[in-house]
């Protein structure tokens, strides 16, 4: 796999005090990669934004919520498109608590949210190899939060 291009990205992953993760559910549309899969919320920081600036933006387009956050982690990702091209991702992971039922949440982008232990996370279909992201933040989640 050559570099190919890269991109900046931030994702979101909210904690309710029962120590489970809110979760986005993808479209279901032709050509979308990771279609109908679970991920974190968020998306590209556009030109002149910062990442703090980016997830903001992204979590109040999304679901009209502007959490307090913490920058958690940054890496990068090669994720290859369904046009076959690989991009390197620089992703910038947030964590933060809500306290919100999903009847209380409204979602603009997806077509669900959930919440979600870490007795979920086997067989659920997780985008951009974030299970192990997930699963990470659970086994450290009380020095983490």
Known sequence: MSEGRRIRCVGAILVNPHGQILL????DKPGLLY???WTTFGGSIEDGETPDEAIQRELLEEIELAPQLRLWKVFDNPVQRVTGEWVTVEQYIYIGLIDRLMTEITVNEGQAVGYFGVEDLEGLPIAF???TLFRELFAHKEELL
């Open 129 to 131: 190899g974030f299970d």
């Open 35 to 37: 279609a109908n899969h």
């Open 24 to 27: 986005q559910q993808r479209d």
